[in-house]
């Protein structure tokens, strides 16, 4: 079936980077997605990435994708206290049937 | 401003009070759809919707109700609410077909059903 996994927690300080893995199971998925929800508001999309591609880069963040192991990761450089948030890696299989996992909570300590 | 609103924000209601969340955007998207979000599940799609009268079940169907009569707005209906559908919603809309459409998320609804 399809399913996405991801660890619900990760703490690290101020100005280290953050990786937040993800695992997904249907090679079908044509878009993979990382969103950022802050506390009491909705999800923000913060970087996507095509299937065929491995990595992408944006300004402090880095996607890498290996689709052999069906895993994706999201390093954030430098993360600062406004980086805490909850990050949802999604898979966006055929049509508009998108596939959220559960949410990494990151904590950044000062 | 470009945005999705829905309304209520929080409802508290009872065990088989039907009961209607709106959702409404603002930027011409044909592309709406709802989820639910609950602790350790992160989201689940209730209901999608790809155009006018056009309505898809997603992965969390059962227990909820759509329409889209018109291209803006795109109500979550349950019509008789029980307390396993308590949780928080959200509403989405993307401008087309095109699978990098950005999704733009409402707010969110808090719904307790006692």
């Known amino acids: 079936g399809e399913d996405v996994e991801q660890s619900l927690f990760l703490s690290v300080r101020e100005g280290d980077s953050s990786v937040i893995n993800c695992t997904y199971t249907?090679?079908?998925?044509?878009?993979l997605y990382w969103y950022k929800q802050e506390p009491g508001a909705g999800l923000q999309l913060l970087t996507y990435?095509?299937?065929?591609?491995d990595m992408k880069q944006d300004q402090r963040l880095t996607v890498l994708l290996n689709k052999k192991d069906k895993h994706l990761s999201l390093r954030i450089a430098d993360t600062q206290t406004g980086d805490s948030a909850i990050y949802f890696c999604a898979e966006r299989i055929g049509g508009f049937k998108t596939i959220f996992g559960a949410g990494t909570r990151l904590f950044v300590k000062a | 401003e470009a945005q999705v609103t829905q309304n209520p924000r929080y409802l508290i209601t009872v065990t088989g009070k039907k009961l209607t969340v709106t959702c409404s955007q603002n930027m011409n998207h044909e592309y709406m759809s709802w989820y639910r979000q609950d602790p350790g599940l992160g989201l689940r799609q209730i209901y999608y919707s790809m155009n006018v009268e056009v309505t898809d079940k997603g992965d969390v169907p059962e227990g909820y109700k759509v329409s889209r009569k018109e291209k803006r707005n795109f109500p979550l209906i349950l019509e008789s609410p029980s307390p396993n559908q308590t949780s928080l919603y959200f509403c989405a809309s993307a401008p087309g077909g095109g699978t990098t459409d950005t999704q733009y998320f409402g707010p969110g609804t808090r719904l307790t059903v006692l």
């Open positions: 249907d090679s079908s998925s044509t878009y």
């Open positions: 990435i095509f299937s065929n591609m």
